[in-house]
């Protein structure tokens, strides 16, 4: 069955640092996406990046990167220049192709960024 | 751009109690979801549908029912409410495709007394 871990439960950074956060996955297929949201006190689910198994190069947008290693089933977000307002919950999801298409997601990583 | 919409925002229920949690979204998804979100935790699946009238069970179906009548709208019914199902509830819709984002709902944040 598809799993994902975030194994960081809090992690803390300093504004105008890069932070990574961790995220393994677990699917035996040979197609499937794999998606960072963030998650701000404010309660709404906001999508930040996209990264497909075919993929050959590590996707980006803005200040946020995607280092994606697939023999080590790992999708970890890496946001350059941290701003206070990066301060929220991240959550890492895989979506499966086998048909139904749904979205699985781990437990989330809560980030807070000092000043 | 409405995009997906859930109501209410928030509702406390006594024991017992019945209601119908509404999701409508406007982008012509065929997928649509149902999550479930506990203080501190991830998003656990409780229903999804792939279409007008094809629903199916998530990792946590148990005191939920769903229906799929049209392609907008995607309604989440709680039976006889119980405290273990006091969370945020989100709806979320997509296309197919791997590469297609799952777009959320505002949420409702539900209390069971």
């Known amino acids: 069955a598809q799993k994902i871990t975030q194994t960081q439960p809090g992690m803390f950074v300093q504004e105008k640092e890069a932070v990574t956060l961790d995220c393994t996955y677990d699917?035996?297929?040979?197609?499937?996406?794999l998606f960072w949201y963030k998650q701000p006190s404010s309660g709404e689910m906001i999508f930040l990046i996209y990264?497909?198994?075919?993929?050959?190069q590590n996707a980006t947008e803005g200040r946020y990167s995607l280092n994606f290693q697939k023999a080590r089933k790992s999708a970890n977000l890496v946001i350059s220049a941290s701003q206070l307002g990066d301060s929220a919950m991240y959550f890492c999801?895989?979506?499966?192709?086998?048909?139904?298409?749904?979205?699985?997601f781990g437990t989330g990583t809560r980030l807070k960024v000092l000043a | 751009n409405a995009g997906v919409t859930q109501t209410p925002k928030f509702r406390i229920l006594k024991i017992g109690q019945s209601m119908t949690l509404q999701c409508a979204q406007d982008?012509?998804?065929?997928?649509m979801y149902w999550y479930r979100q506990d203080p501190g935790m991830g998003l656990k699946l409780i229903y999804y549908?792939?279409?007008?009238?094809?629903?199916d069970k998530g990792e946590v179906p148990n005191g939920y029912n769903v229906s799929r009548s049209t392609t907008e709208d995607f309604p989440l019914r709680l039976e006889l409410a119980a405290p273990s199902q006091t969370s945020v509830y989100f709806c979320?819709?997509?296309?197919?495709?791997?590469?297609?984002?799952?777009?959320f709902g505002q949420g409702t944040r539900l209390t069971v007394v």
């Open positions: 979320a819709s997509s296309t197919g495709g791997m590469n297609t984002e799952a777009f």
């Open positions: 699917t035996s297929d040979q197609s499937y996406g």
């Open positions: 990264q497909g198994s075919y993929d050959e």
């Open positions: 999801a895989m979506r499966e192709t086998s048909g139904t298409y749904k979205y699985i």
């Open positions: 982008m012509n998804h065929n997928y």
């Open positions: 549908s792939v279409g007008a009238g094809i629903t």
